[in-house]
């Protein structure tokens, strides 16, 4: 299974994902937590210490990589077929959560259309590898529409778009929507983050009538999740946050076997 978590900055994508990888890996699936957020957070949010966060070398900026992975000897020629297991048994890292973590990094290059080889290798990575049963990747998407853009998250099972009950969360989930059916993302989901049990709530699923797609989950501020992100510390693995997410969970292993 691959799950991608996407949406308006802000809203909370690395704390879904971390609690997400976080619940798979107590489950006792094999999983791959992969950060491609051009500012990752998401090792601290796995447990990961500084002193380890700062040791990863992001895959999309480590030249030496790039260059073996897409030279050709052709100077503006790049090869784009290569494996990708590789660089998971080489590069995955793991976190005090459970999951092992990939950092991709950032790619800098202008346009949805990029052939550049460090997005060709961040291309290939998150499309073609290969989940079997009792395996699970979940994909921390940097906030807005650039991944979708590049269609690195093509290939994945099921897309979780957060908003926070604002219009303009909102107005993002619709655009992330439309680019995610052209993708062809089979499933397509919207999850309330940081919501007020209030206002928000009903904001949220007014949203998710207006896109007309589900809601299917209602994640709310949580003074705990708040504290650890200052602290620079592990999603919690309990309390509130932690309980809706592992019903969200059920709910989409549920649907998945269908």
Do not use: W
Request: hydrophobic share 50%; charged share 20%; proline share 6%.
């Amino acid at each position: 299974m691959k799950l991608a978590v996407s949406g308006k900055g802000g809203v909370g994508k690395t704390t879904l994902a971390a609690s997400l990888a976080g619940a798979l890996a107590r489950r006792g699936y094999a999983t791959l937590a992969i950060d491609a957020d051009p500012a990752p957070n998401l090792g601290p949010a796995l447990g990961l210490e500084p002193t380890a966060v700062d040791a990863i070398v992001p895959i999309g900026e480590d030249e030496e990589l790039v260059a073996a992975k897409t030279a050709t000897g052709y100077a503006g020629v790049y090869n784009l077929s290569f494996p990708v297991d590789d660089l998971v048994r080489s590069r995955a890292v793991p976190t005090p959560a459970g999951p092992d973590l990939i950092v991709m990094g950032t790619v800098r290059a202008a346009g949805g259309g990029c052939t550049c080889p460090s997005a060709a290798v961040v291309r290939a990575l998150l499309r073609r590898l290969v989940v079997g049963e009792r395996q699970a990747v979940v994909l921390d998407l940097e906030a807005g529409l650039e991944h979708l853009g590049r269609g690195t998250a093509a290939g994945v099972d099921l897309l979780l778009v957060l908003v926070d009950g604002s219009a303009a969360a909102c107005r993002v989930a619709g655009r992330i929507m439309s680019l995610a059916k052209e993708l062809g993302i089979p499933r397509i989901a919207l999850v309330g983050s940081r919501v007020d049990p209030e206002g928000g709530e009903v904001a949220a699923n007014a949203c998710a009538r207006r896109l007309g797609i589900p809601l299917v989950a209602l994640l709310l501020e949580d003074p705990a999740i708040a504290l650890a992100g200052r602290e620079g510390k592990a999603v919690p693995a309990d309390g509130p946050t932690a309980t809706r997410v592992e019903a969200l969970l059920d709910r989409i292993l549920q649907e998945a076997e269908a």
